[in-house]
């Protein structure tokens, strides 16, 4: 199973973007529906920490520091995990990852600019 992240880029404070993961390989199938799936993020200097959740049954979870501007979802018909991000800040600013179960995408790059 390959989880293949994607979306990020430069963006300005205060304007969103949405990131994408896409799952592939021969076991893929469903990984990011009928398991739990998450978004993590390392940012310079510090260790990765959950952005959101996801369960197997659609219930979105996030970090108390996370609501409120990011939002979970997925696309059961491509198999396709998405964090929207609005509102963002400079502290923002990290490495993206997206996970199901013991995989990991290779991280998408945010950068945030004041």
């Known amino acids: 199973v390959q989880l293949q992240a994607s979306g990020g880029g430069l963006v300005q404070a205060g304007g969103s973007l949405r990131l994408s993961c896409a799952a592939s390989g021969t076991a893929s199938r469903n990984i990011l529906i009928i398991y739990d799936s998450a978004w993590y993020r390392q940012r310079p200097g510090s260790g990765r920490e959950l952005v959101a959740r996801i369960t197997a049954a659609g219930t979105p979870f996030y970090p108390n520091s996370m609501r409120g501007r990011f939002a979970i979802t997925r696309d059961a018909a491509t198999n396709t995990l998405f964090l929207h991000m609005n509102s963002l800040e400079v502290d923002d600013t990290a490495v993206y990852y997206c996970?199901?179960?013991?995989?990991w995408g290779q991280g998408t790059l945010v950068t945030v600019s004041s």
């Open positions: 996970n199901s179960q013991s995989h």
